[in-house]
């Protein structure tokens, strides 16, 4: 089974704060993911990347960068923290267009 | 643009009964759809996919699909619910001709009452 790890379940930060969240992924995929979830939104994709080093933006990346270093590793970051970053993050990772997704338990972030 | 609609926030249904969460889709070539389910304070899992073919699909738990291409539907149905269904759906679109980009509708709470 694919396993899709977050590095943190729950994390409290206060504004103007730099935050990483780790994401790792143990099946070679090509592609991962990060989505931030907010009731009666859905999901909505900050960044992806289809290979090391590379990155696209998703539908709302302001406020957000990402590395992608390793194959297996993909990290958003927010560069300083705000009230309105309070959600739950959810990384997830696929390997071509006909696959799933595969998502990790997710991180809610609390910015106070 | 792709888009997806779940008409419904919240579903009831009995213990026993069948289940059905709708799903409509807006893509300008051939989707591919997935659905998901989440349980409390965890990730999504995937439940089944469409991508070519058969238009019923069968996926985990007992759970199947029907991709109706005029009505650009893919609702989500279980012929007896159970309360462990009890839980959040997010049907997802993939458009092939926009690269690897899923489009996640609002999401639809089940209830299952015993």
């Known amino acids: 089974d694919v396993k899709v790890t977050q590095s943190s379940r729950y994390l409290v930060k206060r504004t103007g704060e730099k935050v990483f969240l780790e994401c790792v992924q143990d099946?070679?995929?090509?592609?991962m993911f990060w989505y931030r979830q907010d009731p009666g939104l859905g999901l909505r994709l900050i960044y992806f990347s289809y290979d090391v080093k590379m990155k696209e933006k998703g539908d709302i990346p302001e406020g957000y960068s990402v590395s992608r270093e390793k194959k297996e590793r993909f990290s958003l970051i927010l560069e300083s923290a705000s009230t309105n970053q309070t959600s739950m993050y959810l990384c997830?990772?696929?390997?071509?267009?006909?696959?799933?997704?595969?998502f990790g338990n997710g991180t809610r972030l609390t910015v106070t | 643009a792709q888009s997806v609609a779940q008409p419904e926030d919240q579903v009831n249904v009995a213990e026993g009964n069948p289940l059905t969460v709708k799903c409509t889709y807006s893509v300008s070539g051939n989707p591919y759809l997935f659905w998901y389910v989440q349980y409390p304070n965890r990730g999504l899992q995937f439940l089944l996919k469409y991508i070519t073919g058969d238009n019923l699909v069968k996926g985990s738990y007992g759970f199947e699909a029907e991709f109706n291409k005029s009505q650009t539907s893919f609702h989500l149905k279980k012929p007896s619910a159970l309360v462990s269904d009890s839980a959040l759906y997010f049907c997802?679109?993939?458009?092939?001709?926009?690269?690897?980009?899923?489009?996640f509708g609002p999401g639809t709470r089940l209830s299952v009452l015993p």
């Open positions: 997830a990772s696929s390997t071509g267009q006909r696959s799933p997704l595969h």
């Open positions: 099946m070679d995929h090509e592609n």
């Open positions: 997802a679109v993939r458009d092939p001709n926009y690269g690897q980009n899923f489009v």
